[in-house]
Antibody
Framework: EVQLVESGGGLVQPGRSLRLSCASSGFTFGEYAMSWSRQSPGKGLEWVGLVRSKSYGGTPEYAASARGRFTISRDDSRSIAYLQMDSLGAEDTGIYFC???????????????WGQGALVTVSS | DIQMTQSPSTLSASVGDRVTITCRASQSINTWLAWYQQKPGKAPKLLVYKASLLQSGVPLRFSGGGSGTEFTLTINSLQPDDFGTYYCQQYIKFPLAFGQGTRLEIK
């Protein structure tokens, strides 16, 4: 059974950093891209970014709102994906979901499994 | 960047009804579209990918269609468990993008 479990959320002051983890099991982690999306309170889903599998270069892609402040990485030996968030602001408050990115050709990704999410609150 | 627009924003229907949600892309995305269902406090669940292919385990009353810029998600014979918010997502190119969501309420 595929399982994705986010951790590392919490209350953080504006301007500070936070790192989320996504521990994965039930599939060969290294063969899949891993993605992060978020949901502000009462709002819709917003894609944050993705890191490709090593087969497709292991490179990241980011939404404009994340580029330059957020870094997505992966540790295939531990089956964990990370979201490092720097210079956080109130607009970054929300639930952060990790998901498994499914692709056939390595350039088109949708998300077939999701974690339950981690709540991040940015406030002084 | 590609913008995704869903309609309606909210939909109220009765058990047994057939409902259709529309998703429009700001430019052609061929059939690189997925649909998700999200219930309050829960993670999204993949329903449809490649515009019309049903994810394993999804009930056959769900169906997806369309290509280019206009897409639909249809639920035949609505069931009480189908309440929630539905999102489309384009994945033809980065940045990936979701629609704003359609909230489905059961009367």
């Amino acid at each position: 059974e595929v399982q994705l479990v986010e951790s590392g959320g919490g209350l953080v002051q504006p301007g500070r950093s936070l790192r989320l983890s996504c521990a994965s099991s039930g599939f060969t982690f290294g063969e899949y891209a891993m993605s992060w999306s978020r949901q502000s309170p009462g709002k819709g889903l917003e894609w944050v970014g993705l890191v490709r599998s090593k087969s497709y270069g292991g490179t990241p892609e980011y939404a404009a709102s994340a580029r330059g402040r957020f870094t997505i990485s992966r540790d295939d030996s531990r089956s964990i994906a990370y979201l490092q968030m720097d210079s956080l602001g109130a607009e970054d408050t929300g639930i952060y979901f990790c998901s498994r990115g499914y692709t056939i050709v390595g350039v088109k990704y949708y998300f077939d499994y999701w974690g339950q999410g981690a709540l991040v609150t940015v406030s002084s | 960047d590609i913008q995704m627009t869903q309609s309606p924003s909210t939909l109220s229907a009765s058990v047994g009804d057939r409902v259709t949600i529309t998703c429009r892309a700001s430019q052609s995305i061929n059939t690189w579209l997925a649909w998700y269902q999200q219930k309050p406090g829960k993670a999204p669940k993949l329903l449809v990918y490649k515009a019309s292919l049903l994810q394993s385990g999804v009930p056959l009353r769900f169906s997806g269609g369309g290509s280019g810029t206009e897409f639909t998600l249809t639920i035949n014979s609505l069931q009480p468990d189908d309440f929630g918010t539905y999102y489309c997502q384009q994945y033809i190119k980065f940045p990936l993008a979701f629609g704003q969501g359609t909230r489905l309420e059961i009367k």
